[in-house]
Every structure is written in structure tokens, then in C-alpha cells.
């Protein structure tokens, strides 16, 4: 799905979707323009609480990386901030360019981050299963953390990942990845940002709570490097770098970007 979604590989690929969703009102990423954002007192501080020995493996599908979490019970769940209910978290992955210059989903005033975390939650309160709450307008509830290189900057919780993407570089490849607390890659400052969006990989279903936070994490460049040495495509294939794997800015339309902070 990777390289049909992708589009040519090589140069940096338009988002190759076959629809934008026809009559959608509510896409994602955009661009947050700050000034723009309206500081609402309501919103709450997001409560995270994660169970590390949730986490189950991590497998290449051919368009990101994911980390997926065993999302049967309430024992890695987000709560408060825009959230009406409380949301389990089923999986974590990334966005990221080929250069620092861009690679991000969202942007701040324009302006591209090298890569962007998206933490999946889902509405299991409300919705009996992930693939239901996917349809609905309040089915999930996706935490976006932009990533920034500084070169010094080392980020031992990334270094764990990093130093399990060699073992699923081809798409398809999976391994187990038994314990990680996802929670040491949010930033501890609380300010974010929150709208209405979508998934931004098919289905672009409009389900989507975003919280988007304001401050980056930290990572130097040789573990934003190893993100690149992953592939699109499987063993065997003519190899494409899996590099670039985010769509394109999307309309605001009618919609309010609110912010938790003044
Ligand atoms: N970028 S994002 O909007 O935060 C996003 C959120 C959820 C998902 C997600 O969990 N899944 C399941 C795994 C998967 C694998 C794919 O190859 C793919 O193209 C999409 C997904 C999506 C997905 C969501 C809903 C139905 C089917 C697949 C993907 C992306
Ligand atoms: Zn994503």
C-alpha cells in the first residue's frame, strides 16, 4: 500500500490518493497557523497513562513503522484535554522526509518539522472494535509530536526503537518488541493544539481528535538517519527507501484550530 499511496519514488512524492475523500470537510494534516488559533480556557490537561508491557512488536506495513499495543483492555489509555472519553492506544508511528527540510504532516506557521510522531488511540468506551470507531466522527483520538535534529541531541527512548529498525527494514517484516513506554517520546511540556481531522493514510476517514503539541522532542541526526534506511518494499523487490511517507497539506475549511495554552 506503501508505494501505490507514495506514488514515484525518488523525488518527493505527492500523496498518490486515489480520492481525496469527495465532500470532505474535515482532512488532515494542515498547516496551524498560530496566530490563528483561538486559546480555549475548557480544555483540560490530557491525562496519559501507558502500560509498558502493552507494547507487542513493531512491523514495517510498507508505509511507516508501527509499534502496536495490545489494546483488549483499558491498561494503556489518554484522557481529558478535548477528549469526551477515554481512548486506548492501539498503535505509534511516524512521517518523515528524505531531508530535514521537510518530512512532517502538519506544519507551524508553514513550517515543516524533519518528522512527526502520531500516537493512535481509539473510542472503546463508545465503539466495540478499532475498525468501528474508524467511521466515526469521535472514533479516535491521534497525539502528533513533531520530531527536530539537533545534532548533540540524542534521545535514548527513540535510541530503543532505533536500534530495532534493521531487524523489520523490508516491508511486511514484524518483530516482537515486548516492553516500551511510548509516553518517554511526549514532550512533558502540556501545551498542544486540537482539531477535527482525518486519518491521513487510506481509509481518510474523518474520525480523527488531533492534539498536536506544541513543543518538539529532540533527536540527533543519525537516529532520523535510520529511519531512512528503511524500505518501502519487500525483500526481494527493487529497493525503494521509505522516505517521504506524508501527505500533503489539506484545506482548513470551517474549521477553529483551538489551543490549550495562551
Ligand atoms: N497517520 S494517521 O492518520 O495518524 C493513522 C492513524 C491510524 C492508522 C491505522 O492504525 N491503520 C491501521 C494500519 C494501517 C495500515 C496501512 O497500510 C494503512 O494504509 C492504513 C492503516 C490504518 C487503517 C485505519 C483504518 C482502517 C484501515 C487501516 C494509520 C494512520
Ligand atoms: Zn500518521
Known sequence: LGQYWYGSF?????????LTIPGGTRQSPIN???RDSVYD???KPL???YDPTTCLHIWNNG???LVEFDDSTDRSVII???LENQYRLKQFHFH??????????????SKFYPAELHLVHW???VYPTFEEAVMEGNGLAVIGVFLKVISLSHHEGLQTLVDALPAVKHKDAVIEFDVFDPSCLIPSCPDYWTYAGSLTTPPLTESVTWIIKKKPIEVDENQLEAFRMLLFTSDGEEEKRMVDNFRPLQPLMNRTVRSSFQ
Open 123 to 125: 473510542n472503546a468506551v
Open 63 to 65: 508505509y511507516s513503522f
Open 10 to 18: 525518488g523525488m518527493h512524492p505527492l500523496w498518490q490518493s486515489p
Open 32 to 34: 496551524i497557523q498560530w
Open 41 to 43: 480556557p475548557v480544555l
Open 80 to 82: 481529558g484535554g478535548p
Open 47 to 49: 491525562k496519559i497513562s
Open 96 to 109: 518523515w522526509g528524505a531531508i530535514n527540510e521537510w518530512g512532517s504532516e502538519h506544519t507551524v506557521d
